[in-house]
């Protein structure tokens, strides 16, 4: 028997739209509907045709006029720093030092570190988001309580103990032995447990000697269906360190060339200021740049050149970088990323954004046979937004008059309160509940 059948304006991606017109990179349903069995999507079209696929009693969540989409992906954040959200005045290295490594070790404790846990898993579910890649703390402590979080609410979730064996504090410092052995462990023990994925996480070649990133590449070599993390280019002094550590590296990205690091599981946090040649050793390898418009432009880093990015060939994908990032919302960090681009002279449509936020994310991680789209197999993770959720919205909706301009409304002005209901695996996470109908698959109800 089928679990739940989801009735509202559904909308899916199916290739990257190549302009605000391209109608065809996308399937919308204006009355539409996602029949969900056992926590995978079964089928999806007008509500009509779907609801004649469904068993006579199954329950409807009826979301008209709301939006139905794929839950949102967000491929680059730190766990540990969501409580250092809004820590005022400083660039990347200074803001390191100053305010995250002083938090992150506070993440020993594993009372703390399961608290925040929860408490970021479910801001994240909350505004929307139902994968997120991120960054755990040095202590296996913290990877522990990052997935039983996620495991508890049955997220896709991808992540690391981050591995650090220089230029930070000594309670937040590894060795290169240990770094391995504890991520071997964490793989062992997390790695493919339901729905969770393991990152390979050295925070950046700052904080890693030769020695652990030779570290980092056996890992790679012996887990090559592991996620790599880690962050490049973000900001000119981090660069001026970070090459004056390895002298013998071309540039920065050539750093994390010369140990193996770089690949189609390689996501690399910012990529701002890049050579030509550096971006096209990305698109050879397919590592993918992640664009994280908040964070950039409260640190003061630089603005994403996306359009290089595409014009070399090179993946990207886009991401709240929280902590240094504003806030959790995709919406939001969107109506930022639009604003980067803008300032560069670069087009951002709302089609593209939601395209970013959902199928683009998740083919950035090569999972968009489960997650990041509607379509049949693939896992029934679901987010319903309001366009209309604040008066100032309702307003301007007033006068919108067409799927483009609603998307861009929300890209602009949305926030958690656009979010009406998640669903994670088929599993309402916002009430908790669905309002059970049991007339309408038989009657097929249209009004």
Same mark, same amino acid.
């Given at each position: 028997?089928?679990?739940?059948?989801?009735?509202?304006?559904?909308?899916?991606?199916?290739? !990257?739209?190549?302009?605000?017109?391209?109608?065809?990179?996308?399937?919308?349903?204006?009355?539409?509907?996602?029949?969900?069995?056992?926590?995978?999507?079964?089928?999806?079209?007008?509500?009509?045709?779907?609801?004649?696929?469904? *068993?006579?009693?199954?329950?409807?969540?009826?979301?008209?006029?709301?939006?139905?989409?794929?839950?949102?992906?967000? $491929?680059?954040?730190?766990?540990?720093? $969501?409580?250092?959200?809004?820590?005022?005045?400083?660039?990347?290295?200074?803001?390191?030092?100053?305010?995250?490594?002083?938090? &992150?070790?506070?993440?020993?404790?594993?009372?703390?570190?399961?608290?925040?846990?929860?408490?970021?898993?479910?801001?994240?579910?909350?505004?929307?988001?139902? $994968?997120?890649?991120?960054?755990?703390?040095?202590?296996? &402590?913290?990877?522990?309580?990052?997935?039983?979080?996620?495991?508890?609410?049955?997220?896709?979730?991808?992540?690391?103990?981050?591995?650090?064996?220089?230029?930070?504090? *000594?309670?937040?410092?590894?060795?290169? +032995?240990?770094?391995?052995? +504890?991520?071997?462990?964490?793989?062992?023990?997390?790695?493919?447990?339901?729905?969770?994925?393991?990152?390979?996480?050295?925070?950046?070649?700052?904080?890693?000697?030769?020695?652990?990133?030779?570290?980092?590449?056996?890992?790679?070599?012996?887990?090559?269906?592991?996620?790599?993390?880690?962050?490049?280019? !973000?900001?000119?002094?981090?660069?001026?360190?970070?090459?004056?550590?390895?002298? +013998?590296?071309?540039?920065?990205?050539?750093?994390?060339?010369?140990?193996?690091?770089?690949?189609?599981?390689?996501?690399?946090?910012?990529?701002?200021?890049?050579?030509?040649?550096?971006?096209?050793?990305?698109?050879?390898?397919?590592?993918?740049?992640?664009?994280?418009?908040?964070?950039?432009?409260?640190?003061?880093?630089?603005?994403?050149?996306?359009?290089?990015?595409?014009?070399?060939?090179?993946?990207?994908?886009?991401?709240?970088?929280?902590?240094?990032?504003?806030?959790?919302?995709?919406? !939001?960090?969107?109506?930022?990323?639009?604003?980067?681009?803008?300032?560069?002279?670069?087009?951002?449509?709302?089609?593209?954004?939601?395209?970013?936020?959902?199928?683009?994310?998740?083919?950035?991680?090569?999972?968009?046979?489960?997650?990041?789209?509607?379509?049949?197999?693939?896992?029934?993770?679901?987010?319903?937004? *309001?366009?209309?959720?604040?008066?100032?919205?309702?307003?301007?909706?007033?006068?919108?008059?067409?799927?483009?301009?609603?998307?861009?409304?929300?890209?602009?002005?949305?926030?958690?309160?656009?979010?009406?209901?998640?669903?994670?695996?088929?599993?309402?996470?916002?009430?908790?509940?669905?309002?059970?109908?049991?007339?309408?698959?038989?009657?097929? !109800?249209?009004?």
């Amino acid at each position: 028997m089928s679990d739940l059948l989801i009735r509202g304006r559904v909308l899916t991606f199916v290739r !990257e739209p190549e302009g605000i017109d391209d109608t065809a990179s996308y399937r919308f349903f204006e009355d539409g509907a996602v029949l969900v069995s056992s926590g995978k999507i079964a089928a999806v079209g007008p509500y009509g045709d779907v609801a004649k696929q469904a *068993d006579g009693g199954v329950p409807i969540a009826d979301h008209r006029p709301h939006l139905v989409l794929p839950g949102l992906i967000d $491929t680059h954040l730190h766990f540990p720093q $969501t409580q250092a959200i809004a820590s005022y005045g400083a660039q990347l290295l200074e803001w390191l030092n100053t305010y995250i490594f002083v938090e &992150e070790q506070k993440f020993r404790a594993p009372e703390h570190a399961a608290f925040i846990a929860g408490r970021f898993t479910d801001e994240l579910l909350s505004n929307g988001t139902t $994968t997120a890649v991120a960054y755990c703390s040095v202590h296996p &402590e913290s990877v522990d309580a990052f997935f039983t979080a996620a495991e508890e609410r049955n997220m896709l979730m991808i992540g690391g103990k981050v591995m650090m064996d220089r230029n930070a504090p *000594d309670a937040l410092r590894d060795t290169p +032995e240990r770094g391995y052995d +504890e991520t071997k462990q964490l793989i062992a023990r997390w790695h493919r447990r339901g729905r969770a994925h393991y990152a390979v996480s050295p925070r950046f070649a700052i904080t890693s000697t030769p020695e652990q990133m030779e570290m980092s590449r056996a890992l790679v070599a012996e887990h090559p269906d592991c996620y790599v993390q880690t962050h490049l280019s !973000e900001n000119r002094d981090e660069i001026a360190f970070a090459t004056s550590l390895f002298p +013998e590296a071309k540039d920065y990205t050539d750093i994390y060339a010369r140990y193996g690091l770089l690949g189609r599981k390689t996501l690399l946090g910012h990529c701002i200021h890049l050579s030509d040649r550096e971006i096209s050793v990305l698109a050879e390898t397919g590592a993918v740049g992640v664009f994280c418009p908040t964070s950039n432009l409260f640190l003061g880093s630089g603005l994403f050149d996306r359009d290089r990015f595409d014009k070399l060939g090179a993946r990207h994908s886009v991401a709240t970088d929280v902590g240094a990032g504003t806030s959790f919302s995709m919406l !939001e960090t969107m109506g930022e990323a639009y604003k980067v681009l803008h300032l560069q002279g670069q087009r951002l449509s709302p089609l593209n954004s939601f395209y970013m936020m959902t199928l683009g994310n998740a083919r950035a991680l090569d999972l968009e046979d489960r997650i990041g789209s509607l379509h049949a197999g693939a896992d029934a993770d679901i987010v319903v937004l *309001d366009s209309r959720a604040k008066p100032a919205m309702e307003l301007r909706m007033q006068v919108a008059s067409s799927l483009a301009e609603e998307l861009f409304v929300l890209q602009t002005m949305g926030d958690d309160r656009s979010v009406t209901e998640v669903y994670v695996a088929g599993k309402p996470m916002q009430s908790g509940r669905v309002e059970v109908r049991r007339d309408v698959p038989r009657a097929l !109800e249209t009004a």
